[in-house]
């Protein structure tokens, strides 16, 4: 079983910084896939960005070059770094994880993450 607990969401202006952070409790960090997702009122789950365990790191088309995943191992922990963020940004955010033994494969289906957080709520205003 895993748990994973998102912070850092908050209110910002369009073309800020917000950086989100998920502390994952379990024994077997490593071979974690981790990613995270966002939904937008009104809308379903969307992917955002996924780190696989060996680091290799993708993102949705509409956040590249300006969204950076990031984990680090020893602390259990996987970030969120958003800049430049646009009212489009405003949603709830989740983090999710899947155990894999493939240390370079990435996912970014919703239904392949069995374990997700209660997510964060980020808030972008003009």
């Known amino acids: 079983q895993v748990q994973l607990e998102e912070s850092g969401g908050g209110l910002v202006q369009a073309g800020a910084s917000l950086r989100l952070s998920c502390a994952a409790s379990?024994?077997?960090?490593?071979?974690?896939?981790m990613g995270w997702f966002r939904r937008a009122p009104g809308t379903g789950r969307e992917f955002v960005a996924g780190?696989?365990?060996?680091?290799?790191?993708y993102y949705a088309d509409a956040v590249k070059g300006r969204f950076a995943i990031s984990s680090d191992n020893a602390k259990k922990m996987v970030y969120l770094q958003m800049n430049s963020l646009t009212l489009e940004a405003t949603a709830v955010y989740y983090c999710?994880?899947?155990?894999?033994?493939?240390?370079?494969?990435?996912?970014?289906?919703?239904?392949?993450?069995?374990?997700w957080g209660q997510g964060t709520q980020v808030t972008v205003s003009s």
């Open positions: 999710v994880a899947r155990p894999t033994p493939y240390s370079s494969t990435y996912y970014s289906q919703a239904t392949q993450y069995p374990y």
């Open positions: 379990t024994t077997t960090f490593s071979r974690f896939a």
């Open positions: 780190i696989s365990y060996d680091g290799s790191t």
